[in-house]
């Protein structure tokens, strides 16, 4: 099996979903793994 890529508009989604979740006061790292990326690609 070969690496997953992520296409621009998953890794725009993925995005704006950590950055609506941080708006709501939840912390980065939580927002990050809720949306099923690690820190080091956010």
């Known amino acids: 099996m070969g690496i997953k890529r992520h296409g621009p ?3 725009v989604t993925k995005l704006r979903q950590v950055e609506g979740l ?3 006061g939840m912390p980065r790292v939580d927002a990050i793994r ?3 990326i ?3 690609r956010f």
Do not use: N, P, S
């Open 9 to 11: 508009e998953e890794i």
């Open 22 to 24: 941080c708006g709501l």
């Open 34 to 36: 809720l949306a099923h």
């Open 38 to 40: 690690t820190e080091q």
